[in-house]
C-alpha cells in the first residue's frame, strides 16, 4: 500500500534568526502527517546568495533566481512522490531548503544529476541524515506552534 502524503499547505512566518531577520516558509500539512515512518530522511540544500539588500536578504532579482533554482530543484526531488518540501528558510545571505526524504538513493540521483549539469545559477549544497525521528524537523514545525493560527 501507497503512502498518501499530504497536499502541501504553506504557511508564510516572519522570523529571526539572532539579529538578523529570517523569512520562513513551511508546509503545515506535515504538522499532522501521520506516517512518519515513511519519510526517515532529512535533506538540507544551501544555496548562497549573491545579490544582497537590507539586512543580508536577497533583493528582488536575487529572489527571482533563488526561487527558479528551487523550483529545478524541487521538480526533479519529488518524481515518483519520494520527497516533501518541509520548510525554505532565507537569512544571512543564504537560503536553505529542507525536504523530508523516502528513499535517498533516488534523492541522491537527482540532485547528483542536477550539480554534474551546465553551470548552476547559484553555487549550493546538500546534506541528507537519517532522521527517523523527525528532530532535524523540529525547529521549523516548532515555529508553526508559536503561531496563534495553529493554537
Not at 497536499?7 to 501521520?34: C, E, K, Q, W
Amino acid at each position: 500500500m501507497k503512502t498518501k502524503i499530504p497536499a502541501p499547505y504553506y504557511t508564510l512566518i516572519n522570523t529571526s534568526i539572532g539579529p538578523d531577520p529570517a523569512v520562513v516558509i513551511v508546509n503545515s500539512a506535515l504538522r499532522t502527517f501521520d506516517h512518519l515512518d515513511y519519510l526517515q530522511w532529512d535533506l538540507s540544500i544551501v544555496i548562497t546568495c549573491e545579490s544582497l539588500g537590507a539586512n543580508g536578504m536577497p533583493n528582488s532579482e536575487e529572489a527571482r533566481i533563488l526561487n527558479e533554482l528551487e523550483d529545478e530543484i524541487s521538480e526533479s526531488l519529488k518524481l515518483e512522490s519520494n520527497a516533501v518540501f518541509l520548510a525554505r528558510v532565507t537569512c544571512r545571505d543564504k537560503r536553505e531548503i529542507r525536504y523530508r526524504v523516502h528513499d535517498p538513493e533516488i534523492a541522491n540521483r537527482a540532485l547528483k544529476t542536477l550539480t554534474s549539469s551546465a553551470k548552476p545559477q547559484r553555487q549550493w549544497k546538500y546534506l541528507m541524515k537519517h532522521d527517523p525521528e523527525w528532530r532535524l524537523a523540529k525547529p521549523e514545525l516548532n515555529l508553526l506552534e508559536q503561531d496563534s493560527r495553529y493554537n
